[in-house]
């Protein structure tokens, strides 16, 4: 088992470039997640997703988009990327609602 | 919206130092209770969880955690830590909001263990 797996694991982006993030997961989890770390402000929740198909709108959505076409990838979209999207981004997946969740190693994105 | 409070951002202890780290949360209906640790370059691993039942939870690596209802805190505990304990702890609370349980961390507590 992988578990959670991110690619790329780094980036550097000018801005308004364009760029996908993608997380894996062989787990067979109904619920992903996309959080950004910063410094001081823990995790804060992007979006989220509760089976294939669906998506919904976590604490800081702006800027990001996603999508879950198949239960065991979960994409996160940058459509124009500003510096402020500067950050370590990490992808977790759950089997349950209720359950613990299963983090990526990370994907750390620079926006200059 | 529930949130979470993690009082203390830095600690800084000596090996064999006791531990015990702040969690704090704002969600009056059932919670499942969670920390995680982040090692140094590293992904966020679960310590341990709490869901029903017993009050105090063992995790890995000698850490526990007390859940005080009354108190909505959510405690973590080690009697002595080592070096390898530095790392950044999260706490997190997952409480239902609308017709999902969304996971909602705290800031998280930078610990530095000097050998």
């Known amino acids: 088992n992988a578990g959670v797996t991110q690619t790329p694991k780094f980036r550097v982006l000018k801005t308004g470039q364009s760029m996908t993030l993608l997380c894996a997961q062989d787990?067979?989890?109904?619920?992903m997640y996309w959080y950004r770390q910063d410094p001081g402000m823990g995790l804060r929740l992007i979006h989220y997703s509760v089976g294939e198909g669906t998506t919904a709108k976590g604490e800081v959505p702006d800027g990001y988009n996603v999508s879950r076409l198949k239960k065991q990838n979960f994409l996160l979209g940058l459509e124009s990327a500003a510096p402020s999207q500067t950050s370590v981004y990490f992808c977790a997946s759950r089997a349950g609602q209720v359950n613990e969740q299963y983090f990526g190693p990370g994907t750390r994105l620079t926006v200059t | 919206a529930q949130s979470v409070s993690q009082h203390n951002h830095h600690v800084i202890l000596s090996e064999a130092a006791s531990l015990e780290l702040g969690c704090n949360y704002s969600?009056?209906?059932?919670?499942?209770l969670f920390w995680y640790v982040q090692y140094p370059g590293q992904h966020l691993q679960l310590l341990l969880k709490y869901f029903s039942g017993d009050p105090l939870v063992k995790g890995i690596k000698g850490f526990e955690a007390e859940f005080i209802k009354s108190k909505f805190s959510f405690n973590l505990r080690k009697p002595s830590v080592q070096w390898s304990d530095t790392a950044e702890y999260f706490c997190?609370?997952?409480?239902?909001?609308?017709?999902?349980?969304?996971?909602?961390f705290g800031r998280g507590t930078s610990l530095i263990v000097h050998p």
């Open positions: 787990m067979n989890h109904e619920y």
């Open positions: 969600y009056g209906g059932t919670v499942n």
């Open positions: 997190a609370v997952n409480a239902r909001a609308g017709g999902s349980y969304i996971p909602t």
